[in-house]
């Protein structure tokens, strides 16, 4: 069974850090683009930063540019997500996905991506 499991989420105050990460499990992902979505109450899914298999293209949402930082680790199969100067606005359930039709050009479209994670929430307090 092909699985995306996510960790590391929590609660912070506005300005705070958290490191997510994603590990596959059933298929290897290696060699595929991976991505990070999130969803917050009431609003639609929506992308916030993907990377290429190799980690040399990686591509973010307006909003965490400069304060979120994508990276993988292949040989684990993983993909990580670095959340600094965390606001309010951040506050969502973030999920990591795998688009398996690409590994080299990054997209930024929910209909891309083939597997999801479960989600972790992140809440960030004013």
């Known amino acids: 069974q092909v699985q995306l499991v996510e960790s590391g989420g929590g609660s912070v105050q506005a300005g705070g850090s958290l490191r997510l990460s994603c590990e596959a499990s059933?298929?290897?992902?290696?060699?595929?683009?991976k991505g990070w979505f999130r969803q917050a109450p009431g609003k639609e899914r929506e992308f916030v930063a993907a990377?290429?298999?190799?980690?040399?293209?990686?591509s973010y949402a307006d909003s965490v540019k400069g304060r979120f930082t994508i990276s993988r680790d292949n040989a684990k199969d993983a993909v990580y997500l670095q959340m600094n100067s965390l606001k309010p606005e951040d506050t969502a359930v973030y999920y990591c996905a795998v688009d398996v039709h690409n590994g080299l050009g990054v997209f930024r479209m929910v209909r891309n991506y083939d597997y999801w994670g479960q989600g972790t929430q992140v809440t960030v307090s004013s």
């Open positions: 990377i290429n298999w190799l980690g040399g293209i990686t």
């Open positions: 059933g298929r290897t992902f290696s060699r595929n683009v």
